[in-house]
Each structure stands twice: as structure tokens, then as C-alpha cells.
């Protein structure tokens, strides 16, 4: 099994990015996915979440209106647009399978002028 995060980087306040997370080595459409992030000194918080078919998501109140889920079965990947990014949106972030407990490594995402 692998997750692999990608499209992280650094970006000012306001600017966007999209992460992507490309799975492999088991049935991704049949999972549920998560984004999860985590920043210095913070716990691990879940920030989206979508399910096998791709409706319905969930977002966390600080990303709601702000950060897309979405997800290419076809492509095994699922992605996670951000826009209006702000200084406290600078995590690691994560994709993950929770039923199976699978885990990317983390893409950087920092936020700053």
C-alpha cells in the first residue's frame, strides 16, 4: 500500500494550491478518504474528508469555503484544493485511508510573506 502527497510548497497569504495524493496497492475506490494536517507543536486534526463515491464530504469549520475535496477513481488519486490560504493553514498535511489505517508521508504546505 502506498499514499504519495504531493503539491505542497510555499505560498503567500491568499495565493492557493492543490495537493494531490496518489494511491496504490489496494481498492481506492471502495475507500473513503481523508486530508488530515498537522503543524508544529499541534495535534494531527482532521481538515476533509470524502466518501468512496465522492459525495457526501465533510470539511473542518477553519477550511469550510475555502479548501475542495475531490477524487479521480479512475486515477486512484484524491486532491484537496486550497485557496485563501493563511498563515495558519502552514502544516504537514496528510491523505489517508481511515478504515485500514493507511497513511501518506506528508506534503509541507507553509504559508508566509
Known amino acids: 500500500v502506498q499514499l504519495v502527497e504531493s503539491g505542497g510548497g510555499l505560498v503567500q497569504p491568499g495565493g492557493s494550491l492543490r495537493l494531490s495524493c496518489a494511491a496504490s496497492?489496494?481498492?481506492?475506490?471502495?475507500?473513503?478518504m481523508n486530508w488530515h494536517r498537522q503543524a508544529p507543536g499541534k495535534q494531527r486534526e482532521l481538515v476533509s474528508a470524502i466518501t468512496s463515491t465522492g459525495r457526501p464530504t465533510y470539511y473542518a469549520d477553519s477550511v469550510k469555503g475555502r479548501f475542495t475535496i475531490s477524487r479521480d477513481n479512475a486515477k486512484n488519486t484524491v486532491y484537496l484544493q486550497m485557496n485563501s490560504l493563511q498563515p495558519e493553514d502552514t502544516a504537514v498535511y496528510y491523505c489517508g485511508a481511515p478504515r485500514d489505517s493507511y497513511w501518506g508521508q506528508g506534503t509541507q504546505v507553509t504559508v508566509s510573506s
Open positions: 496497492g489496494f481498492t481506492f475506490g471502495t475507500y473513503a
